[in-house]
C-alpha cells in the first residue's frame, strides 16, 4: 500500500504529465531531444558509414549529392556526411552535458550563499557575478580557446568560464525570496543547520527554475560550442563536428551546398529541440525570468 505522501506525488506527477503532453511545442521539443540523444548513443550502429568518423578519404566518390547510397551526400574527400552529423551530434551534447554540468553546481552553490546569508558575502559574489556577466560568454570563450589548443576540453572550459554566472544570478534572485518565507524561519527557529535549510528547505524550490533555465541553456552551449568551431577553435579534424563541418562546406557554396546546409540543419534542429523543450517546461512550472 501506497502512503499518502507517495499517492500526492504520484498524483501530482500524472497532473503534470497531462499538461504538459497538452504543451504541442513542448511535446516536438521532447521528441526531437530525445531522438537526438537516441541517435547519438546508437551512433556506431545506425549509421550507414562508421568508418568515416575518421581519417578516411574515397575520392571517387567526393561531393557526391544526397542519394539513397549516401543521404546527405559527400564531402570534399567522399565521407559520408550523414554519418558524420550523427557522430557531430554526440559531440554537441557532450559539450552541453560537461558544461552544463559544471556550471550549474557553481552557479547554483553561489547563488544561495548570495540569496541565504546576505551582507558581504551577497556583495562579494554579486559583484563577481556582474562583472562576469558584462562579459559577452563568446568572446570569452574565443579568447580562451584561442589561447589554449583548440580541443573538445578546451571548448567546454571556454564556455563553463562564464556560464555559472546565470544560475548564479537566478538562484540567488529566488532565495531571496525564499528566505523570508514561514517554513524557513520555522526550521531555523527549530534550529535547523544553515546547510539543512539550504539543501533541504530552499534548493528543492529552486528545482523547477533550474530545470527550465538548463534546458534553455543546452541550446545556446551547443551554438556558442559550433560557433567556436566553425571559426577553427573547437574540436580539430578529422573528429566530426557541426561546426567544423558549416565552415569546411562554406568553401564549396554554392555548388555542393549539402556540405554546409545539412549540418548547420542539425545544429538547427538540435537547438531548437531544447529550446522549445525549456519553452513548455516554463509553462509547465509557471517559472519566469530564467533567461
Known sequence: MRTDAEQHALSNAWQNWFRFSRNPTAVI??????????????????????????????????????????????????????????????????????????AIPIGVILGLLAGYFGGWVETVIMRITDIALAIPPLVMALAVAAVLS?????????????????????????????????????AETLGASRRHILFREILPNCVSAIAV???????FVILIGAALSFLGLGIQPPTPDLGTMVAQGASFLPDYWWQSLLPGSAILILALGFNLLGDGLRDLFDVEDVR
Not at 558509414?49 to 547510397?69: E, K, L
Not at 578546451?154 to 525570496?177: D, E, F, K, P
Open 150 to 186: 583548440p580541443s573538445l576540453v578546451n571548448s567546454m572550459l571556454a564556455i563553463a568560464l562564464l556560464w555559472w554566472t546565470w544560475h548564479t544570478r537566478l538562484i540567488y534572485s529566488i532565495t531571496r525570496q525564499l528566505r523570508t518565507q514561514e517554513f524557513v524561519e520555522a
Open 213 to 219: 533555465k538548463t534546458s534553455l541553456d543546452a541550446g
Open 29 to 102: 521539443g521532447a521528441v526531437i531531444v530525445v531522438v537526438c540523444v537516441l541517435l547519438a548513443i546508437l551512433a556506431p550502429y545506425i549509421t550507414p558509414y562508421p568508418d568515416h568518423v575518421g581519417a578516411v578519404v574515397d575520392f571517387r566518390n567526393r561531393h557526391q549529392p544526397p542519394s539513397a547510397a549516401h543521404w546527405f551526400g559527400t564531402d570534399n574527400v567522399g565521407r559520408d556526411i550523414f554519418t558524420r552529423v550523427i557522430f557531430g551530434l554526440r559531440i554537441s551534447l557532450i559539450l552541453a552535458v560537461v558544461v552544463l554540468g559544471v
